[in-house]
């Protein structure tokens, strides 16, 4: 099962997030049949949405994050809400390009430069934005600049993605680190020597560390007080219902159009590729559903 273990530390001037997300980039990979290089691009979103997802105070919050590059991939958007419940698809997800020159998938020429933007729906009037360039194109240094320049919250973003040779999903994961402003220079001072010495997420995974090992190396010697354990998972909320609500909203004369030129409507979800077709009969019972509402 995948999951985020939330703690902090040092009196409560650090907070961690530590997750394992492997069976939930399994299944973007399954729904959306990606390379492995927009495998790695999208569970790296994924992941960090997850997190900052599990971030969100209330019930019905809504995390989004959209990374608009100039690379082939085109744009990846993910969505999460409170319980870290998250889905998400990439403009274009059978990009094949050759590994960096670091042996590496090359996530960074995938996405190229651009923007990424964070929005939270929180029930207010307006949601709340925030926009960076992309610093690398990378995912994780992005996120990382999110954090310090909209949110001011000096913070540590690693994500990583393992994928096999058959391009399932071998390890993905990640964490987030961030310096609470009453943090000692000690205690900045011992996360920053970790953050350099420690290896990639993937490899600890590898060598069969668990996301506990991950959290007491990270913090183990600050006092870490865990807070809890979130279930991570790849849930995409469509139904017929909700997308039969979507097509009411264009309003009847749009619905009679389609009907007079197509005689029948498919109607698309991005996050899980399924496919809601809507025929002649079910078009015809939509108008009258709206002649009644206008009657009442």
């Known amino acids: 099962m995948d999951y985020i273990l939330r703690a902090t530390a040092g009196n409560g001037s650090v907070r961690v997030f530590v997750a394992n997300t492997r069976e939930t980039v399994e299944k973007a990979f399954e729904f959306h049949k990606t390379s492995p290089v927009i495998s790695a691009a999208l569970g790296r979103a994924l992941t960090g949405a997850a997190m900052m997802g599990s971030m969100l105070k209330g019930e019905d919050d809504l995390l989004t994050i959209t990374i608009k590059g100039d690379g082939p991939a085109g744009n990846i958007t993910v969505t999460s809400d409170s319980k870290a419940r998250v889905k998400g698809y990439v403009s274009n997800p059978r990009v094949d390009l050759p590994l960096n020159e670091n042996g590496k998938l090359d996530v960074k020429s995938a996405v190229g430069e651009g923007t990424l933007t964070v929005i939270k729906d929180m029930g207010m009037k307006e949601p709340y934005v925030g926009q960076i360039p992309l610093q690398t ?18 913070s540590a ?10 391009y399932t999903i071998k390890q993905a994961g990640g964490f987030i680190i961030q310096i609470m402003p009453d943090a000692d220079d000690d205690i900045i001072f011992s996360l920053e020597i970790k953050l350099h010495e420690m290896e990639p997420m993937t ?14 190396y990270l913090i183990g010697d600050l006092d870490p007080v865990i807070l809890d354990k979130v279930p991570v998972e790849y849930y995409c909320n469509c139904s017929r219902e909700r997308v039969e609500k979507a097509l009411i909203s264009i309003g009847k004369k749009e619905i009679a159009k389609i009907l007079e030129e197509d005689g029948k409507a498919t109607l698309h979800c991005h996050f899980c590729n399924k496919d809601y077709d809507f025929d002649e009969n079910d078009l015809l019972n939509l108008i009258k559903e709206e002649n009644k509402e206008e009657k009442k």
């Not at 954090?147 to 000096?154: D, G, L, N, R």
């Not at 690693?158 to 994928?163: C, D, E, I, K, S």
């Open 157 to 166: 973003v690693a994500l990583g993605v393992l994928v096999d040779k058959d």
């Open 203 to 216: 490899t600890m995974f590898e060598k069969g560390m668990s996301v506990e090992d991950i959290m007491d």
């Open 137 to 154: 194109g990378e995912i994780a240094e992005d996120l990382t600049y999110y954090f310090a320049k909209s949110e001011q919250t000096p």
